[in-house]
């Protein structure tokens, strides 16, 4: 099910990076509500958002993401997508007696109480090996259903974020046939993730095509890709018919050598949609296309 018009998705933050490796990554509500409306101007209609704590360590806390949205909603009226996944630091760490770590399940859930319009479900188990630790993210049947029901509770859309073909035919499959969501089902394809998460794909054009054919029917896709593979893969999902993310979530650098920023991966992305003549949404197209009811400013 694809739509004529693009969605170009800005990732600020993310749970891994840190300004250590790009001093332009915002980390705290006041830059990443700055970085968003930047974005939002050169073209992004929803922000993929993680919160992080004083100190930059990973979180899923409320009153962190809270103040994250209500600064951004103050600037402008973009689609606010809140993280279950957190990242691989700070309150999302859980250390276990055989010297693994294991993601915060509990934590993950606060993701949904920050009163966004979107989230993003990561329904899978894996290995996140970052920063020297393997990281267990343990989300079995049973989790993926404690956290879609919370999203129906609260309203809120998923997400369904993927990186590899047995996350689409598994667990979102299955959620969705049980009726968690309504149609058009928005799925997130990473791509390139594959050298820290155990499972995960690399990004090519076959593989990614693959993963198209085999998403649920009356379902539209989105591409994430990580690091060099972000741009080749961004452009074939737009020929694709799909949608986009970008942002120093998933990429540090505009070209080899260059530290980006989120608001030139957003303008790059939206210069390419143009020469494919691929129109731009604006959040209330995004809402529209999604099914998402319109907001009042």
């Known amino acids: 099910m694809a739509s004529s018009k693009l969605i170009v998705t800005v990732a600020p933050t993310g749970g891994m990076a840190s300004k250590a490796q790009n001093p332009n990554l915002p980390t705290q509500p006041a830059e990443i509500a700055d970085s968003v409306y930047n974005s939002y ?28 949205n209500e600064r951004i909603r103050a600037k402008c009226d973009i689609i606010i997508n809140n993280s279950t996944g957190g990242g691989s630091s700070g309150d999302m760490l859980v250390a276990r007696e055989d010297g693994l770590f294991e993601s915060n399940f509990e934590e993950r859930l606060k993701g949904c109480e920050a009163g966004a319009e979107m989230a993003t479900f990561d329904g899978m188990t894996f290995v996140d090996v970052h920063g020297g630790r393997e990281i267990l993210v343990v989300t079995p ?10 999203m129906v509770e609260r309203g809120i859309k998923p997400e369904w974020e993927v990186f590899g073909p047995s996350h689409i035919l598994q667990d979102v499959t299955r959620l969705i046939q049980k009726g968690y969501d309504k149609p058009p089902y928005y799925i997130n394809m990473v791509l390139g993730a594959d050298h820290g998460f ?100």
Do not use: W
């Not at 998933?250 to 129109?279: C, F, K, M, P």
């Open 41 to 68: 101007k050169e073209g992004a209609a929803i922000a993929a958002l993680h919160a992080r704590r004083p100190d930059d360590g990973a979180t899923c806390n409320a009153d962190i993401y809270r103040d994250i």
């Open 141 to 150: 049947p049973s989790r993926c259903e404690t956290l879609v029901k919370r």
């Open 198 to 297: 155990q499972g995960a794909m690399p990004y090519s054009h076959d593989i990614l095509t693959a993963m198209v054919s085999m998403l649920p029917p009356q379902s539209i896709f989105c591409v994430s890709a990580i690091g060099p593979a972000q741009l080749p893969a961004t452009t074939q999902a737009m020929l694709l018919g799909g949608h986009v993310r970008v942002g120093l979530e998933d990429n540090n650098y505009y070209s080899r050598g260059r530290l980006a920023s989120n608001e030139e991966l957003v303008a790059r992305t939206v210069r390419i949609a143009n020469e494919l003549q691929r129109e731009i949404a604006s959040p209330e197209e995004a809402r529209e296309i999604l099914g998402l009811a319109k907001i009042s400013q």
